[in-house]
């Protein structure tokens, strides 16, 4: 499973309140991913990071932030929840030394905004 | 812009039966494909994956082809069990894997 964790599993939060979703790896792979699963969407990416303080956006960042201060853990940041951000968040490593290797989950954090 | 097609969209076999999923894509110049399963409220799983100067991959009772001039990769599933119900998700990389591109399932019953 490649050592990954998500924290919290599950969370039920109100709308305009501040979210961090953790993903823990074991393993020091360089390149981590945040998506987001919805019925009809599918997966989409939000925010990725190739290093320690090194990130980029994805499809749909917007209303999302990331930090990586250690190789181990990538941050996924609401700033103010919404509605829309009700989704199964899962991260996701790539075990390869470039960006091009296989993909490992994690187990998915289920976020409610009410 | 690649489009990736899994078709059909829901797959009800008995139990024993071979069956073959499949992952249909417009753009060609991809560097490899991935097979994932998902069981209900879990992560992805991943099945095999398929360099693209490959042409097949095994694994058990799995098997996962791809032929880039088609635009189509299968995964075949020998002897089918209830235990290999979940939906099944391809994904393709090019440009780096922050570009990969998900398909949206077959979701895939197996009764005994």
């Known amino acids: 499973d490649a050592g990954i964790t998500q924290s919290p599993r599950h969370k039920v939060t109100e709308t305009g309140t501040p979210v961090t979703l953790r993903c823990h790896q074991t393993?020091?792979?360089?390149?981590m991913y945040w998506y987001r699963q919805d019925p009809g969407h599918g997966l989409r990416l939000i925010h990725y990071s190739y290093g320690v303080k090194d990130t980029d956006k994805g499809e749909v960042s917007d209303g999302y932030s990331v930090s990586r201060s250690k190789t181990e853990d990538f941050l996924l940041t609401l700033e103010s929840a919404t509605s829309s951000q009700t989704s199964v968040y899962f991260c996701?490593?790539?075990?390869?030394?470039?960006?091009?290797?296989?993909?490992?989950f994690g187990e998915g954090s289920r976020l409610t905004v009410l | 812009k690649q489009e990736v097609t899994q078709i059909p969209a829901a797959l009800s076999v008995p139990e024993g039966e071979n069956l073959v999923l499949n992952c249909s894509f417009t753009d060609s110049a991809i560097y490899n494909l991935q097979w994932f399963r998902q069981d209900p409220g879990k992560g992805l799983t991943s099945l095999l994956l398929i360099q693209s100067s490959q042409r097949e991959q095994t694994s058990g009772r799995l098997n996962a082809s791809l032929d880039k001039s088609s635009g189509r990769s299968t995964l075949y599933i020998a002897a089918s069990q209830p235990g290999d119900s979940a939906t099944y998700l391809c994904?393709?990389?090019?440009?780096?894997?922050?570009?990969?591109?998900f398909g949206k399932g077959t979701k895939l019953t197996v009764n005994p």
């Open positions: 994904s393709l990389g090019q440009g780096g894997s922050e570009k990969l591109v």
């Open positions: 393993e020091n792979h360089r390149y």
């Open positions: 996701a490593i790539s075990t390869g030394v470039t960006n091009t290797g296989e993909l490992f």
